[in-house]
């Protein structure tokens, strides 16, 4: 299978899964909580070329007198493209950069978290809820005989590697039951760090501009970079689900607004 039969596609995530701290005792709505769990994903045929583009930017900004001494990048830990801690100058340069980038992709799920839902489908555990997320997200996403499909995930722990492997697995038995005829994909999976991937910091920016959209109904960058949001699936907004000429998927023919949408909570929905 030649270069060209490969696809690549890189998973990031925003937010966290966590309801409980450690004793069981709920988190849900103190300080610090986290309300949506977001995971994202950009599919890639020129890796190599997003990726150089990637770092000649990144290059740019390390030699140029007007950024380099901003505290993201001379962070003395080292520094990568990382929305949530780069200055705002940074986020400004590269969401600017991102709309001008094209050979990608990019698809997101948003995990409203809903303790009913973490309880019930999810068995309280945060690692289900991950990736069951993580497993809508891949629906429909590998649909190729003659391609090799790579996949990465960005994750702290090597432990979720076969978690990885089987929301993929969980994915193709899916679509193939849906096909006349199934199909057989070839595929790989690997866990890796943000710090080591610079394509992940497009599938961190991405999401990055969704939740700041969603949380602090900020629309700036979100208005910017809205073309590059080819799917969203708002997972749990359970009235769009329902409702009759209603969708809780959102494309290019059907924005996602967020005054449309069921409203974002942040009390778990009790």
Known sequence: ???????????????????????????????GYKPLLLIGMIKLEDKKGIRNAILSFIDELKNDPLYNTLPCITNPKGWYLHASYDNLEVQIKFIDFLRKLDGFKFYCVIGRKRLDVFHKKHNKNETEFYFDLVYHLLKDRLNKEDTFYQVFLS??????????KQSIDNALKRDNKKRLNPLEISYNSEVVQSKDTPELSIV???????????LKKDKRFYNVLE????????????????????????????????????????????
């Open 227 to 270: 073309s590059k949001f080819n799917l969203i699936i708002d997972l749990y907004d359970f009235d769009k689900y329902k409702a009759k000429g209603k969708s809780n998927y959102y494309t290019e023919k059907n924005r996602f607004v967020l005054e449309n949408a069921e409203v974002f909570r942040t009390d778990g929905y009790v």
């Open 1 to 31: 299978m030649t270069d060209s039969n490969k696809t690549y596609l890189f998973i990031d995530e925003s937010g966290d899964p966590a309801f409980y701290a450690s004793g069981n005792r709920s988190i849900v709505g103190t300080e």
């Open 204 to 214: 961190d920016y991405m999401l990055w501009v969704l939740q700041r959209y969603i």
């Open 155 to 164: 994750a702290r722990n090597k432990n979720t590697q076969h978690k990885l």
